[in-house]
């Protein structure tokens, strides 16, 4: 059973840094695509950025040049590291990944963290 685990959400002020960690873990073969998005309260889930191994990474527009995602293959965890948080960057993180294992290949999801940004 594959399992993805999240952590680092929290409380910061605006302008501050988190940084977001997502293990995976379980019967993999291999991980395609791994990634981040969120669900702010009353709007729908949205891509925040996705990384797939020997492709530059993509970003939403409203992040760009201040997350960066990266990820350690030999580790099968993805990363988010987030600067100059927003108040509008508040939401649940979830982390989510194409994962290849010997029953085929299956889009899994972390349990959430929560990022909350005060102004």
């Known amino acids: 059973q594959v399992q993805l685990v999240e952590s680092g959400g929290g409380l910061v002020q605006a302008g501050g840094s988190l940084i977001l960690s997502c293990a995976a873990s379980g019967s993999i073969s291999s991980i395609n695509v791994m990634g981040w998005y969120r669900q702010a309260p009353g709007k729908q889930r949205e891509l925040v950025a996705a990384?797939?191994?020997?492709?530059?990474?993509n970003y939403a527009d409203s992040v760009k040049g201040r997350f960066t995602i990266s990820r350690d293959n030999v580790k099968n965890t993805v990363y988010l590291e987030m600067n100059s948080l927003k108040p509008e960057d508040t939401a649940v993180y979830h982390c989510?990944?194409?994962?290849?294992?010997?029953?085929?290949?299956?889009?899994?999801w972390g349990q959430g963290t929560q990022v909350t940004v005060s102004s």
């Open positions: 989510n990944a194409r994962i290849y294992t010997r029953s085929g290949t299956k889009d899994y």
């Open positions: 990384i797939t191994s020997g492709v530059s990474p």
